[in-house]
T-cell receptor
Framework: ETGVTQTPRHLVMGMTNKKSLKCEQHLGHNAMYWYKQSAKKPLELMFVYSLEERVENNSVPSRFSPECPNSSHLFLHLHTLQPEDSALYLC????????????FGDGTRLSIL | GENVEQHPSTLSVQEGDSAVIKCTYSDSASNYFPWYKQELGKRPQLIIDIRSNVGEKKDQRIAVTLNKTAKHFSLHITETQPEDSAVYFCAASYLSGTYKYIFGTGTRLKVLA
């Protein structure tokens, strides 16, 4: 399934760098999500966008800045990250925001030096 | 806060045997319970889901049961095969003003040939 595409697949960056993660969905969905997946922890929902409007921000530090220019694209801008931010960042989409299946991308494996 | 507990964290079964994974949720408002399978290095994919107005759902070798009173739900895999080996995540969700989609910590299932 290639409905949700994330780039890059891997990213290594220093703590002072600025980078962006990109997510694109071709499923015609109206809701998109960013998750953080760390070892031995549950998937953590970071941000929720519905019809390009941010509807949830689950206490995520401001060094993570999401952007949703249209319903097919979602970005996560990264700035001044910490080593504990190293994780797999997963993007997902669903038809609408609500109790529905989510379709995930393959994720970006982020390593902070 | 809301959480979902998942047990066991690891499970090994012989090929052909059944596997059962259990989840307990804390928020009684939860009304949607999906299960995702994540193979090594791949994205999580929905395998089955259940809504709170149903007590059981089955799809071939996979079934999910829900006990709303006890706030438990379980995944049952019968006649396990090596390709069932993966990490399985449960989740509990509700949408009422705010939006919650909370994952369990995952169960690593290993099916031994």
């Amino acid at each position: 399934e290639t409905g949700v595409t994330q780039t890059p697949r891997h990213l290594v960056m220093g703590m002072t760098n600025k980078k962006s993660l990109k997510c694109e969905q071709h499923l015609g969905h109206n809701a998109m999500y960013w998750y953080k997946q760390s070892a031995k922890k549950p998937l953590e929902l970071m941000f929720v966008y519905s019809l390009e409007e941010r509807v949830e921000n689950n206490s995520v530090p401001s060094r993570f800045s999401p952007e949703c220019p249209n319903s097919s694209h979602l970005f996560l801008h990264l700035h001044t990250l910490q080593p504990e931010d190293s994780a797999l960042y997963l993007c997902a989409s669903s038809r609408d925001r609500g109790n529905q299946p989510q379709h995930f991308g393959d994720g970006t494996r982020l390593s902070i030096l | 806060g809301e959480n979902v507990e998942q047990h066991p964290s690891t499970l090994s079964v012989q090929e052909g045997d059944s596997a059962v994974i259990k989840c307990t949720y804390s928020d009684s408002a939860s009304n949607y319970f999906p299960w995702y399978k994540q193979e090594l290095g791949k994205r999580p994919q929905l395998i089955i889901d259940i809504r709170s107005n149903v007590g059981e759902k089955k799809d071939q070798r996979i079934a999910v049961t829900l006990n709303k009173t006890a706030k438990h739900f379980s995944l049952h895999i019968t006649e396990t095969q090596p390709e069932d080996s993966a990490v399985y995540f449960c989740a509990a969700s509700y949408l009422s003003g705010t939006y919650k989609y909370i994952f369990g910590t995952g169960t690593r299932l290993k099916v031994l040939a």
